[in-house]
């Protein structure tokens, strides 16, 4: 079974500084996608990034980076020039490739801190 | 475009009442999934649907049950409660079926007293 391993409960940053989210996760699968979604205070979680695993380059979306070590089976985000809206709790997830399927595994989550 | 619309957004209910929550998808998207969230076990996966067809269940005990309609709206309903029963209970929807982004509602807050 595959699981998602979030190891940082907390994190914080200071505004318009970097911060680094970790993300491990366990599959004997080749093919799969990872994502990553944000839950703000208001509950509603939202699409941070995506990534396929058979993609060697890394998925970016304006300030939001992630770092995909296939081998590692780790997918770290990166948040640069931190902003107060990107306060809440981040939460790493994997759906399998095989099969018709959108069931999401979820990590733990992080819940990240910016501060002004 | 609207959202994924989940109602009602707050429910009070007593021990051993049974309880339907409704997930309103967007528009087009025929994949619904539940996903119960506490802040002991975190997000876990309840059911999924598709074309009116549960594809996948998660670990749940029977009491925990859904369905799907033909214009894709879901309920999940959930039977003779238990005060471990109290989350937050999160519909999505998907535009494909298959490792498609998965759009979410706000969530039915369910309290158990």
């Known amino acids: 079974a595959q699981t998602v391993t979030q190891s940082q409960p907390e994190m914080s940053v200071q505004e318009a500084e970097t911060v680094t989210l970790s993300c491990t996760y366990d599959?004997?699968?080749?093919?799969?996608?990872l994502f990553w979604y944000k839950q703000p205070p208001s509950r509603q979680m939202i699409l941070v990034i995506r990534?396929?695993?058979?993609?060697?380059q890394n998925a970016t979306e304006n300030r939001f980076s992630v770092n995909f070590q296939k081998a590692a089976k780790s997918f770290s985000l990166k948040i640069s020039d931190s902003q107060l809206g990107d306060a809440a709790m981040y939460f790493c997830?994997?759906?399998?490739?095989?099969?018709?399927?959108?069931?999401?595994?979820f990590g733990t989550g992080t819940l990240l801190a910016v501060q002004p | 475009k609207a959202g994924v619309t989940q109602t009602p957004r707050y429910l009070i209910k007593t021990r051993g009442q049974q309880v339907t929550l409704s997930c309103s998808p967007i528009s087009g998207h025929r994949s619904v999934s539940w996903y119960q969230q506490t802040p002991g076990q975190g997000l876990q996966f309840l059911f999924e649907y598709f074309s009116e067809t549960q594809r996948n269940k998660g670990n749940f005990p029977g009491r925990f049950s859904g369905r799907q309609f033909s214009n894709s709206r879901s309920e999940m309903n959930v039977s003779t409660l238990e005060l471990g029963d109290s989350a937050l209970y999160l519909c999505?929807?998907?535009?494909?079926?298959?490792?498609?982004?998965?759009?979410f509602g706000q969530g039915t807050r369910l309290t158990v007293v």
């Open positions: 999505a929807s998907s535009s494909r079926d298959s490792y498609a982004e998965a759009f």
């Open positions: 599959t004997s699968e080749s093919d799969y996608y």
């Open positions: 997830a994997y759906i399998t490739s095989y099969g018709a399927t959108n069931k999401l595994i």
């Open positions: 990534q396929e695993a058979y993609k060697q």
